[in-house]
Each structure stands twice: as structure tokens, then as C-alpha cells.
């Protein structure tokens, strides 16, 4: 353990964060797996029915694996890990965590309004957790860092917050609406966001030559 710091932070590896965010979203993943039902027979009007859990069991798995790809990146391009990035991290795991929830209620009423809004509000924290991460790492970093620099503007992180707040009222007008947009950031996010990838000249052995979203 180094004693050294940057930003005010603890210059400590990333590494046990890093594991311990993606065994939480691995059960995550799991719990809502677990949920899933069978189709009461085998004929076609069955599996209709269980169509809106295996759709929206989808989009939320989409949400966790963008969730998990950029959070990994972001602590591999990280090499200073202070108290307030641990619990800020913990802030967007909170969040991720009520998802399995929300999924099995969306499933269960599908065509409900407050379901849907829920859904949206959840989605909007979990963007605002993820951007003050980022935050927080900056200024653990230095707002000189490398990956200050890299990161710059999150236009595409403002962009998702505000279409999850629209999203809630649309859900007041048609749930599908709501669900429509949610499909559309995760469409938005599936797009490489290039912002943090390293040039292939950059010094291997360390943080530096890992890739990024």
C-alpha cells in the first residue's frame, strides 16, 4: 500500500473495487435470471405470454452489461482509488441493485404506469451515481490527469439522465413510450464510446495500455 497521493486520494489499485463492483453485478444478473418462468405449456399462445418478462429481463440485462463494461474501463484507466471513490462507487451499486426488482414488477404489469416510471427514476439515479463516479475519480486523479483529460464533456451521460426524466413522463402518458426510450439509450450506449481507449503507443505494463470504452 502507497502512501502517496494524487487529487487527495490514496494511490490504491483499483483492483478489489473492481472485483467487488463486478461480483455485484454478476448477481444481479443472476437474481433476474432466477426470475424467469417457463411457459405453463409448450404451444406458442404460452410463450406470448411470458414475452413482456424475457423483453424487459433484455433491456435490463443490456442496462447491467453497459453499466458493467464502462465501469470496468473507467477503473482500469483509474490509478488513484480514495475513500470517496469506494463510496461513490457503492452510491451506483445501490442503484443497480433495486433492478432485479423493478424488472419483475415491469413483468408483471407491463402496460402500468407507475412500474414504468419507477423504472425511469432508478435509471436516472443510477446515470447520476455513475457520472458523480466519474467525478469523484477526477478529482482523486487531479483534475490534470490523464483520464481528466480523456473524459472531458459527458455529453452521452447528460444525454441518458435527461431521456430517463423525459421518459418518466412519458410513462404517465403510455408505458411503451417510456420503455421505448429506455430501449433507445441502451441502443445509444451499445455504440463504442471511444473517449478513454489508449493510443497503441502508450507505455505498456500498466493501466495505460488497458482499453476503454
Known amino acids: 500500500m502507497s502512501d502517496s497521493r494524487a487529487g487527495g486520494g490514496v494511490a490504491l489499485g483499483p483492483h478489489r473495487l473492481e ?3 463486478d461480483g455485484v453485478m454478476a448477481v444481479i444478473i443472476t437474481i433476474m435470471a432466477l426470475d424467469l418462468r417457463v411457459p405453463s405449456s409448450a404451444t406458442w399462445g404460452a410463450a406470448e405470454h411470458r414475452l413482456p418478462e424475457l423483453l424487459t429481463f433484455a433491456l435490463s440485462f443490456t442496462f447491467i452489461a453497459i453499466y458493467w463494461n464502462n465501469h470496468h474501463h473507467l477503473l482500469r484507466a483509474t490509478r488513484v482509488i480514495s475513500g470517496g471513490v469506494m463510496w461513490a462507487n457503492m452510491h451506483l451499486l445501490f442503484w443497480l441493485a433495486l433492478i432485479p426488482v423493478l424488472t419483475a414488477w415491469i413483468a408483471r404489469a407491463p402496460g402500468e404506469t407507475v412500474p414504468a416510471a419507477f423504472y425511469g427514476m432508478d435509471a436516472a439515479a443510477a446515470g447520476a451515481a455513475y457520472a458523480i463516479l466519474v467525478r469523484v475519480i477526477i478529482r482523486a486523479n487531479s483534475r490534470s490527469s490523464e483520464i481528466a ?3 472531458g464533456r459527458d455529453f452521452k451521460g447528460t444525454a441518458s439522465v435527461v431521456a430517463y426524466l423525459v421518459a418518466i413522463g412519458l410513462a404517465l402518458l403510455a408505458p411503451f413510450l417510456a420503455y421505448a426510450t429506455y430501449a433507445g ?7 463504442p464510446d471511444r473517449r478513454l ?3 497503441p503507443s502508450a507505455p505498456s ?3 495505460a495500455d488497458r482499453p476503454l470504452p
Not at 439509450?185 to 455504440?191: G, H, L, N, T
Open 205 to 207: 505494463g500498466g493501466a
Open 185 to 191: 439509450v441502451a441502443i445509444m450506449w451499445m455504440v
Open 19 to 21: 472485483a467487488f463492483s
Open 197 to 199: 481507449y489508449r493510443p
Open 149 to 151: 483529460r480523456a473524459i
